[in-house]
């Protein structure tokens, strides 16, 4: 079974930094390809970033592009968002995903960006 937690979000002032956390179990996860989604209040689920299988390829929303790296550790089945230069309309549920619209997905971790 599928099992996605993600860990590492809180409340940070504009122009701060934080790094989301997830654990990944239940599947191959070497073998896939994964993303960050998150999900603003009132708003529906925004595709964040994209990372291939190996690390080596990874792709932006054009929102979050040079202020956001995506990562992973293959021998810990984990999977990382460094957020950096945080704005307020960053405020949102992030969620790691096995794809990109989000369909199968953790709970998710509340990133607050406010004063």
């Known amino acids: 079974q599928v099992q996605l937690v993600e860990s590492g979000g809180g409340l940070v002032q504009p122009g701060g930094s934080l790094r989301l956390s997830c654990a990944a179990s239940?599947?191959?996860?070497?073998?896939?390809?994964m993303y960050w989604v998150r999900q603003a209040p009132g708003k529906g689920l925004e595709w964040v970033s994209s990372?291939?299988?190996?690390?080596?390829?990874?792709d932006y929303a054009d929102s979050v592009r040079g202020r956001f790296t995506t990562s992973r550790d293959n021998s810990k089945n984990m999977l990382y968002l460094q957020m950096n230069s945080l704005k307020p309309e960053d405020t949102a549920l992030y969620y790691c995903?096995?794809?990109?619209?989000?369909?199968?997905r953790g709970q998710g971790t509340q990133v607050t960006v406010s004063s």
């Open positions: 995903a096995t794809n990109k619209a989000g369909t199968q």
């Open positions: 239940g599947f191959t996860f070497r073998a896939y390809w």
């Open positions: 990372i291939n299988t190996v690390g080596s390829g990874r």
